[in-house]
């Protein structure tokens, strides 16, 4: 693909999200019609990574980034309108359009309401609190014995159903079975996929953990007076300490979850001070609202710097070697060892660190990573906002 750099050299590119149209007359809606416009500052290597990995223009971006701002003010307004009957929502096409799902007979009014809203709605069979229900008897499931060569499992919205992956679906029909999940939820296709954690041992920038392993930094955070930064559970384990891309002492691990979650809380000592920034770039974060299915996420790490691809399944359930994790999003980013921890951000919305995947940026990967927002009410932080 040939690189349009003339058109994206400038340092950022200021996009203006664009006004709300609501429910009329629901609670769930007049909270997203109190949006403010926002501004999204994208930096030139924001804006490059998505031309290169989405096949987008400069333009194309910035209308998806705005599209997909708006998305996720607008979805749980009416998430909370629907209620029982909310079957998930997603975003489609270059523009950023954003789908959601509804259980039931759809009437006209309830139709045209949804449409005035600014999305496009889908009548579907089953809720998105029925599929979380089915997704969590998977979990439970695999939490007793780790499932025969069946690594991934999550809810589809797209698709209104649990997918199971698995290189011997005979052996994830039996999983299946044994964890009491409604069959009729779930769908099995079979995958050779097998994810592992990103971590290296070569040297490098980013950070070092007990002045070996090397992981990269999620997003700045404090705790009261207290500062630091999120990260991969898998990075290290809580009392392990760590020093910065220029091997100077930094902090230790105050928090550590994995497997189970991939999450971490560092505390980094006076010597190093937190940003908005994200790393490698101009990049700000301005808060951490989850995109929904369909919008384009980018990472930084310290191995392969910016990527970016699609949110495909929030949600997901992965087993690497070391066990399971619940809870993580799916992406079509790529990376490599030594991304592990860093920052996945749609516009400049933190959703994420980078946990693991299979595949690399040579070929096609595939990245999970764990929701920041779990990780700062886990530990009592607050995301370092610009």
Same mark, same amino acid.
């Given at each position: ?14 996009? +203006? ?12 809606? *007049?909270? #997203? ?23 987008? @223009? ?52 309830? #139709? ?8 496009? #709605? ?18 439970? +499931? ?6 025969? +060569?069946?690594? %991934? ?9 649990? !997918?199971?992956? &698995? ?5 994830a029909k039996k999983f299946i079975a044994t964890s009491g999940a409604d069959a009729g939820k779930v769908r099995i296709v079979k995958s050779a996929e097998q994810p592992k954690p990103f971590y290296d041992l070569v040297g490098g920038q980013a950070y070092y953990i007990n002045n070996s392993a090397r992981c990269s930094i999620g997003f700045a955070v ?7 930064? %999120? &990260? ?17 002492? *930094? ?21 190093? @001070? ?10 700000? %974060?301005?808060?951490?609202? *989850? ?39 799916? @992406? &079509? ?9 860093? &920052?996945?951000?749609?516009?400049? *919305? ?21 929701? !920041? ?14």
């Amino acid at each position: 693909m040939l690189r349009r750099r003339s058109a994206i050299a400038a340092a950022g590119v200021a996009i +203006a999200a664009l006004g709300i149209t609501t429910l009329p007359a629901t609670a769930g809606a *007049q909270e #997203a019609s109190q949006a403010k416009e926002a501004t999204v500052q994208l930096s030139a290597g924001m804006l490059q990574a998505m031309e290169r990995d989405l096949g987008l @223009t400069p333009a194309e971006a910035q209308t998806r980034v705005v599209n997909e701002e708006r998305a996720g003010v607008l979805e749980p307004a009416l998430r909370k309108d629907l209620g029982g009957q909310y079957g998930g929502a997603w975003v489609t096409g270059k523009t950023a359009k954003l789908v959601v799902a509804t259980t039931g007979s759809l009437n006209h009014s309830q #139709a045209a309401a949804i449409e005035r809203a600014g999305a496009t #709605a889908k009548v579907v069979d089953h809720s998105l609190n029925a599929l979380d229900s089915a997704l969590a008897k998977l979990d439970r +499931a695999a939490a007793k014995k780790t499932p025969d +060569a069946t690594a %991934v499992w999550y809810v589809d919205v797209k698709s209104n159903s649990v !997918v199971v992956e &698995s290189a011997k679906p005979a052996q994830a029909k039996k999983f299946i079975a044994t964890s009491g999940a409604d069959a009729g939820k779930v769908r099995i296709v079979k995958s050779a996929e097998q994810p592992k954690p990103f971590y290296d041992l070569v040297g490098g920038q980013a950070y070092y953990i007990n002045n070996s392993a090397r992981c990269s930094i999620g997003f700045a955070v404090t705790r009261g007076s207290e500062r630091g930064f %999120v &990260s991969a559970g898998h990075c290290g384990r809580v009392g392990a300490s760590t020093t910065g891309y220029n091997r100077v002492g *930094q902090g230790t691990f105050r928090g550590s979850q994995f497997p189970g979650r991939d999450m971490a809380y560092v505390a980094t000592n006076a010597n190093w @001070t937190p940003t908005s920034r994200v790393q490698g770039s101009r990049q700000r %974060v301005a808060g951490s609202t *989850q995109a929904p299915v369909g919008s384009s996420v980018c990472r930084s790490g310290s191995t392969t710097g910016w990527r970016c691809g699609t949110i495909q399944q929030h949600n997901t359930s992965v087993t690497y070697p070391q066990g399971t994790i619940r809870g993580v999003t799916r @992406t &079509s980013a790529c990376a490599e060892p030594g991304d592990s921890g860093g &920052s996945f951000i749609t516009g400049s *919305q933190a959703q994420g660190v980078t946990s693991g995947g299979s595949g690399n940026c040579r070929s096609d990967g595939t990245t999970f990573y764990q929701p !920041v927002n779990p990780i700062l009410s886990a530990y009592g932080l607050s995301l370092v906002r610009g």
